[in-house]
């Protein structure tokens, strides 16, 4: 990705992906914020600490941020943001590429993408 990127990040809708004993898992996130531009870039990224997602990233210590076009499907958004990731494949009806590290990407209605660790 073009670290220019993500000196244009605003507020919108991202899908966090993680993985967790090898099963690839995604959800909603509103809140995304570039705090460093220096290399490596670094990116906060807030969601509940109750969720699956994050237990998984606090597990495994990486994830991926897919940037959601505007024109994203509600549907997309409630496959990813209405149910846990625990017992649920959120990811069976939704475009995505597992990532050598595990973690999955959205390639639908996706503006760009980032792999953090």
């Known amino acids: 990705m073009n670290s220019a990127v993500l000196s244009n990040l605003s507020y919108g809708m991202y899908a966090i992906g993680s993985t967790y004993k090898g099963k ?5 996130a509103n809140s995304v914020v570039q705090v460093s531009s220096r290399s490596p870039e670094k990116l906060l990224v807030s969601l509940n600490k109750d969720t699956y997602s994050c237990k998984a990233i606090r597990k495994t210590g990486v994830f991926t941020v897919s940037v959601l076009s505007t024109d994203t499907p509600a549907s997309i958004i409630g496959a990813l943001g209405l149910v ?7 990811l069976k009806n939704i475009r995505h590429k ?5 973690v999955p990407v959205i390639k639908e209605n996706t503006c760009c993408c980032r792999y953090c660790n």
């Open 24 to 28: 690839p898992n995604a959800c909603i």
């Open 84 to 90: 846990s990731g625990e017992n649920t494949d959120k």
């Open 98 to 102: 597992v990532l050598l590290e595990g």
